[in-house]
């Protein structure tokens, strides 16, 4: 079973927050899609004003609620953080502009999330986990598109303690991306063993049924008739059984998910400083 592609698949659909997705709703050709990451993006970034609060209500996040100030507390942190200044080029203006921009939005994102401490990666993982499971109840029916996954696992769909914990954990992959924190991967062998590890899990989890064989081989394989359905279902079936390993074979499945490619340990800028 072509198990890392289908891990591929659900990691990158829990981390958009916010995506483009096609007309037609089918499965997108690019397996990287969504890239998007938080649609209260274009709130958070702009100056004060009509533009920005309808960018936040379009999130699902009200003016003058816990949430907002959620969401306005840790910008108002990143502004702060001597970090900014030390580690982008044009300061907070510079950040801004990552973050408007989608591919070096990804880009420090993934990178953040590789270089958080194991514990801190696993929270941000079960946070994210915990609304795709959501999203999958009743096998994923109704769900068409990408968007109708980025909808309910949307900063709007979160409990107050979820927005604050999810953006504890965004503040520390921002800066920790910024720092170039250490990062240190898995050996492959310790990759290979976690997958087989992922493979004996979600064979037990689907227990022989044939259909649910099926419908994750279509996943896996790349079947033209893989609807956005079978992809949300069969995220949740591997976000559920990669939550259920061990620490180690979870956290280097995280790291590959993740599809970081740099050295076993790269220097930190000023890796005192990172959260």
């Known amino acids: 079973m072509k198990t890392l592609r289908c891990a591929w698949l659900a990691l990158t659909t829990a981390l958009a927050l916010s995506a483009a997705h096609d007309a037609s709703g089918s499965v997108p050709d690019n397996e990287d899609a969504p890239a998007g990451l938080f649609a209260v993006l274009d709130y958070v970034v702009a100056p004060a004003g009509q533009a920005s609060t309808v960018a936040l209500s379009e999130a699902g996040v009200e ?7 959620i969401v306005e507390a840790w910008f108002y942190r990143l502004r702060a953080d001597p970090a900014v200044a030390l580690a982008v080029p044009g300061g907070v203006a510079g950040l801004e502009a990552r973050l408007r921009d989608d591919a070096a939005r990804e880009r420090l994102i ?17 946070l994210l986990a915990k609304y795709m499971g959501r999203v999958a109840r009743g096998n994923c029916q109704g769900i068409a598109n990408v968007q109708d996954i980025a909808d309910r696992i949307s900063i709007g769909s979160m409990s107050d303690a979820d927005t604050a914990e999810y953006f504890s954990l965004l503040y520390r992959v921002v800066i920790r991306s910024l720092l170039a924190a250490p990062l240190t991967l898995p050996a492959p062998a310790a990759y290979e063993r976690a997958l087989q590890h992922l493979d004996d899990a979600v064979n037990a989890a689907l227990a022989g049924d044939p259909l649910a064989v099926a419908r994750l081989e279509r996943v896996t394989n790349g079947a033209p ?41 790269t220097p930190a800028r000023d890796a005192a400083h990172a959260p």
């Open 63 to 69: 003016q003058e609620t816990i949430k907002a100030r």
């Open 110 to 126: 993934r990178g953040g999330i590789a270089r958080l401490t194991p514990p801190d990666r696993l929270a941000y993982f079960t």
């Open 225 to 265: 008739d893989a609807t956005m359905a079978d992809i949300c279902w069969a995220s949740a079936v591997l976000m559920r059984s990669t939550a259920a390993m061990s620490g180690p074979d979870r956290d280097a499945l995280l790291l590959y998910m993740l599809g970081v490619g740099a050295p076993v340990q």
